[in-house]
């Protein structure tokens, strides 16, 4: 038995060797004496050239297989006479299992990419898709590689949560309230007590909170997971449910933060390309071009930091103007970030130091008064890929913060109890899982990157 995979991989060791395949027909050419099958076995995004002919008895019947169908077949590995291809099988025997429904959508013509996700269930089986997925696997485990590598804790954070991380309040509420028939309290409020947990409960926006107790714990943490967002911003960038990595270290500033994002962008790109060489140099040629410069000069060359205020200087005097007008205070937008990233910096760039006003809560305080230790680092052509900071550490502050955002200091406690019982200096950040994707497969829409895409208005899957 062998896989299509290790054919490309090592031809030479099979040139006239017998081998089994099984998978699924994706194109098929027969003439009078003689056919051509594209076999895609699953190991590989590309499939390869099977020939048959009239030597085989069920010749008429393969003739007529159509796509999709799931095939067993028996050849010999022979070096090819076709361009293209260095190597096709000379079957012996080919067996048809099924033979697909001739209504199968992916008949061989170009489907768009939107079309494509109507149909989200059969789309792996694309080159395109079968090649992202793939790297989507590749680029996971390459996360949890470069953690591991570097002594880092895997913590599982929950996924149902009582308190808001980001405190912004864009939360996917779980509840077993009969919407129908709410219990109400005297006041006529809705009694969350008689609610599953006794509480509001929601999904969680990002496993920060949960993560930093372990800090505490065990030093160097990380999580990865789903998290999910009520946001209705109908961008290419943003889903509802979207995977994180969030580190977190102690006794580490944003410096040691900012260089532990580097470091590890650095790390996963290059495991991704020395994985996937075939998937990526695909991408090259067909999403992006110059794909592959763009990741070899992130490996090669330093990201770029600046501060916030220093940003919005280079924006106020680069002579563009911008549909947001530009002023100390304002959340980057877009145009804004990928003026910074694109066209002054050209690479990636780490902006720090923001508002306190425009960032979360839990993010430490600057001497100024006026800024928090933020980071957020914006990549040419996605904009923000990571959002993280060093924490605020001292308990009175904190409390105060909590308050001011009208949150309820008991849904902190244990939050709190951090800054009490051994406060330190600590440290983390939050990958977009799929906004790391988009980056490195050079895939437009964040709908191309997640096999289900949860957007807004829709939930086929
Ligand atoms: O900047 P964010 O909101 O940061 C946090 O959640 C922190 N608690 C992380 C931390 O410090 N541990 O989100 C982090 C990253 C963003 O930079 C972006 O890449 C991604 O998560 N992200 C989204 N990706 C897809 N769809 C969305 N709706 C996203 N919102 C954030
Ligand atoms: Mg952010």
Redesign the pocket.
């Known amino acids: 038995k062998a896989l299509v995979k290790s054919l490309y991989r090592n031809t030479e060791d099979f040139i006239g060797k017998e081998v089994i395949l099984s998978g699924w027909l994706k194109k098929i050419r027969a003439q009078k004496n003689f056919g051509f099958i594209e076999l895609n076995d699953g190991s590989f995004f590309k499939g390869v050239q099977v020939v048959f002919d009239t030597n085989l008895e069920n010749f008429e019947e393969i003739s007529k297989a159509s796509i999709s169908s799931s095939l067993i077949v028996k050849g010999k590995v022979v070096e090819s006479q076709g361009k293209g291809q260095t190597f096709e099988i000379q079957a012996t025997d080919v067996e048809i299992y099924q033979k697909a429904d001739l209504a199968y959508p992916l008949q061989n013509k170009r489907h768009t990419f939107e079309y494509l996700r109507e149909i989200a269930h059969l789309r792996p089986r694309t080159n395109t898709f079968n090649a992202v997925f793939r790297v989507r696997s590749v680029l996971a485990y390459a996360i949890h590689k470069f953690f591991q590598e570097n002594g880092f804790v895997y913590v599982h954070t929950p996924i149902i949560t009582g308190s808001d991380?980001?405190g912004a309040g864009e939360m996917f509420r779980v509840t077993t309230l009969d919407m129908n028939d709410l219990p109400r309290t005297d006041k006529g409020e809705i009694d969350t007590k008689q609610d599953f947990f006794g509480k509001e409960t929601n999904l969680t926006?990002?496993g920060?909170l949960n993560v930093e107790t372990y800090c505490a714990a065990f030093r160097n943490v990380y999580t990865f997971g789903p998290t999910f967002?009520a946001?209705n911003?109908n961008t290419s960038?943003?889903?509802?449910e979207?995977w994180?990595i969030?580190p977190e270290i102690a006794f580490g500033d944003l410096e040691a933060n900012m260089e532990l994002g580097e470091d590890m962008i650095k790390f996963i790109i290059k495991h991704v390309m020395d994985e996937c060489p075939e998937e990526i140099e695909f991408f090259n040629q067909f999403i992006e071009k110059g794909l592959i410069d763009k990741l070899n000069n992130v490996l090669n060359n330093e990201f770029g930091r600046v501060t916030y205020t220093e940003a919005i200087e280079i924006l106020e005097n680069c002579g563009k103007k911008f549909e947001f007008p530009v002023k100390w205070g304002i959340d980057l937008q877009s145009e804004h970030e990928r003026y910074l990233s694109e066209e002054h910096f050209k690479k990636p760039v780490f902006v720090t130091d923001y508002p306190k006003e425009i960032k979360?809560f839990y993010m430490k305080l600057n001497e100024d008064g006026k800024t928090v230790r933020a980071m957020?680092l914006l990549a040419p052509g996605i904009g923000?890929?990571?959002?993280?900071?060093q924490r605020e550490d001292n308990l009175e502050i904190l409390e105060d913060k909590i308050k001011k955002e009208g949150m309820d200091l008991e849904d902190y406690d244990f939050y709190l109890d951090l800054r009490k019982y051994g406060s330190f200096p600590h440290s983390?950040?939050?990958?977009?899982f799929?906004?790391m994707m988009m980056y490195i497969t050079g895939m437009t829409n964040?709908r191309d990157v997640i096999p289900f895409p949860r957007t807004p208005k829709n939930a086929q899957y």
Do not use: K, P
């Open positions: 991380c980001e926006v990002s920060q967002r946001e911003s960038r943003h889903a509802n979207f994180m969030e979360a957020d923000e890929i990571i959002g993280g900071s983390g950040y939050g990958l977009g799929e906004r964040i």
